[in-house]
């Protein structure tokens, strides 16, 4: 597709559940970024791929925590045993180069609410 | 320390005023990347500006325009003739050499009433 596209749009859950969050990155971008937005919050980083190996994994912010890409393409994000703090808008950013020093390209972003 | 400063919270303003974002930001790497985006009230962030630490110029897009001195470490965002449209919440966000992460201010939120 033309954009950064993620799925699902919304997602709500109750706690202790896992959850799986989608990010199909622009085609050809080799990097791939997560954030995490919760409500009138700034974003945090989360994890960067450069292809399927990820050099900055530094924001995740507990090991119920993982991500992991396939190649140059689609990644996944998983959550497990959520928690409701865990609720916010996680976004997905993607961009060329292999610097990691490209602009990078924001999806539209997926809304956990865990309950 | 790597870190960017937005101290406006939120700004208020009467369409066709000029209003100007602020952001400063700290590094200890020669080389690194600024970037402006923003994010409307349908929350996509979209992309606006990106500027590399080598290059001083001032830019200017239509109603847009970005003031980057290093001298005082800020890279701060003019609007001029402001309108409805231009509502939503502005971020200024860094990366440094290492490459990678964005590092973001806390936004701006700019309201503009008619």
């Known amino acids: 597709g033309a954009g950064v596209s993620q799925s699902p749009s919304n997602k709500v859950t109750e706690k202790g559940k896992d959850v799986e969050l989608r990010c199909d990155p622009i085609s050809g971008h080799t990097a791939l970024y997560w954030y995490r937005q919760r409500l009138g919050q700034g974003l945090e980083f989360l994890i960067y791929f450069q292809g399927n190996s990820a050099p900055d994994k530094s924001g995740l912010p507990s090991d119920r925590f993982s991500a992991e890409r396939t190649g140059e393409s689609v990644s996944t994000l998983t959550i497990q045993r959520t928690q409701q703090e865990d609720s916010a808008v996680y976004l997905c950013?993607?961009?060329?180069?292999?610097?990691?020093?490209?602009?990078?390209?924001f999806g539209p972003g997926t809304r956990l609410t865990v309950l | 320390a790597q870190k960017v400063t937005q101290a406006q919270t939120e700004i208020s303003v009467v369409e066709k005023e000029d209003v100007t974002l602020d952001c400063v930001y700290e590094?200890?790497?020669?080389?690194?990347?600024l970037f402006w985006y923003k994010q409307p009230p349908s929350g996509e962030l979209v992309f606006l500006i990106r500027?590399?630490?080598?290059?001083?110029q001032n830019e200017i897009s239509g109603r847009y325009s970005w003031n980057f001195q290093k001298s005082t470490s800020s890279f701060n965002f003019t609007i001029t003739a402001s309108q409805v449209v231009d509502s939503a919440v502005y971020f200024c966000?860094?990366?440094?050499?290492?490459?990678?992460?964005?590092?973001f201010g806390q936004g701006t939120e700019l309201s503009v009433k008619p």
């Open positions: 966000a860094l990366i440094y050499n290492q490459g990678g992460k964005l590092i």
């Open positions: 590094t200890r790497d020669t080389t690194y990347y």
């Open positions: 500027r590399n630490s080598f290059d001083e």
């Open positions: 950013a993607s961009s060329s180069g292999l610097a990691g020093t490209d602009t990078q390209y």
